[in-house]
């Protein structure tokens, strides 16, 4: 079956948990992407929600569905988030961010009662770190924190490089809050709560990919159907 199919089952797995009047905050990426899409055809059937999307991709996405939005200054306290993620490890630890999503990702999921992911099985990993972890960064003062970001990366032993994300043209991806993204390979991550709190402290770094204690429940989809992970 092809990824394509599988993450939009586990989407639609992800919608039967929605409810009439919800808050919703709504993902970024090819998976989450799915959930929208099928959100907008409940919308169209009736359904009464309101949400928060995580991107300005995903906003437009929204709003040409009819699917109705709301910010977390209108409406700070949500009743559940949808998302995807680049690897769901143990106890439901996510990398996230491939997208250059994560700093609203994160707002918002943090603004959730409930976070869950939807996923093919391919994104089930033990421990987390062959995706290289997202790093959102200022401009200001790029070169200092890259090296400071490198050299927490070797310290938690990583095995690549830490390097900027370019687009396709070559340019440095921006995100939507206008800062840069830096992709760091681990390969295995072991600790990363320590590594979380590490990157949190080099000035500069706005916020990195990695979702802990965020997440309740994962729906992922394979060849044998779909299979729910809580934490």
Not at 131 to 158: D, K
Request: aromatic share 4%; proline share 5%.
């Amino acid at each position: 079956m092809l990824s394509d199919d599988l993450k939009r089952q586990a989407a639609a797995m992800a919608l039967t948990e929605v409810q009439p009047g919800m808050r919703l905050g709504l993902g970024t990426g090819s998976t989450a992407r799915h959930f929208v899409d099928l959100l907008g055809e409940r919308v169209r059937d009736g359904l009464d929600c309101l949400c928060v999307p995580t991107s300005e991709v995903t906003a437009a996405q929204a709003a040409g569905l009819g699917i109705p939005l709301t910010t977390l200054d209108e409406t700070p306290e949500l009743d559940l988030t949808v998302d995807g993620a680049d690897e769901i490890g143990p106890g439901l630890s996510l990398i996230k961010g491939g997208g250059a999503a994560l700093l609203r990702e994160k707002i918002v999921a943090a603004a959730s009662h409930r976070m869950i992911v939807i996923a093919d099985a391919s994104k089930v990993v033990d421990p987390l770190g062959k995706f290289p972890l997202p790093i959102e960064v200022n401009r200001f003062g790029l070169g200092a924190t890259s090296r400071m970001v490198a050299a927490v990366a070797a310290a938690h032993g990583a095995t690549g490089a830490v390097t900027l994300r370019l687009g396709k043209a070559g340019d440095p991806v921006v995100t939507d809050g206008g800062h840069l993204i830096l992709d760091a390979l681990f390969g295995r991550i072991f600790n990363p709560e320590a590594l979380s709190a590490d990157l949190h402290n080099v000035p500069g770094v706005v916020e990195h990919g990695l979702f802990l204690r965020l997440c309740d429940r994962a729906y992922v989809a394979g060849a044998n159907g779909i299979e729910t992970m809580d934490a």
